[in-house]
Nanobody
Framework: QVQLVEFGGGLVQAGGSLRLSCAAS????????MGWFRQAPGKEREFVAA????????YYADSVKGRFTISRDNAKNTVYLQMNSLKPEDTAVYYC????????????????WGQGTQVTVSS
């Protein structure tokens, strides 16, 4: 098993940047492909980005492509989401998740989830 804790959320103005971190404990994070998802009030959880176990492959939702970057440091058991050019529509609770399968854009493929961190982008 792995436990996930997200850090780095907060309030930022439109056009600003934030970096989220997801720290893994328990089984080493390199055993898992990792993903970031987000959920806004009244909406379903949606895929943001995913990264393979080695970090050599990444995958993004069209809505964040070119603005967000997912990366990982397996030596630190940490996954990151660098978010630039933030928009008010990026406001949501952001979750990191881990899967023993191939990285995926479906939340149903992920086995472990963090508690989430709030990101609020003001206009």
């Amino acid at each position: 098993q792995v436990q996930l804790v997200e850090f780095g959320g907060g309030l930022v103005q439109a056009g600003g940047s934030l970096r989220l971190s997801c720290a893994a404990s328990g089984r080493t994070s390199s055993s898992y492909a990792m993903g970031w998802f987000r959920q806004a009030p009244g909406k379903e959880r949606e895929f943001v980005a995913a990264i393979s176990r080695s970090g050599s492959n990444t995958y993004y939702a069209d809505s964040v492509k070119g603005r967000f970057t997912i990366s990982r440091d397996n030596a630190k058991n940490t996954v990151y989401l660098q978010m630039n050019s933030l928009k008010p529509e990026d406001t949501a609770v952001y979750y990191c998740a881990a899967t023993t399968e191939r990285y995926s854009d479906s939340p149903y493929d992920y086995d472990y989830w963090g508690q989430g961190t709030q990101v609020t982008v003001s206009s």
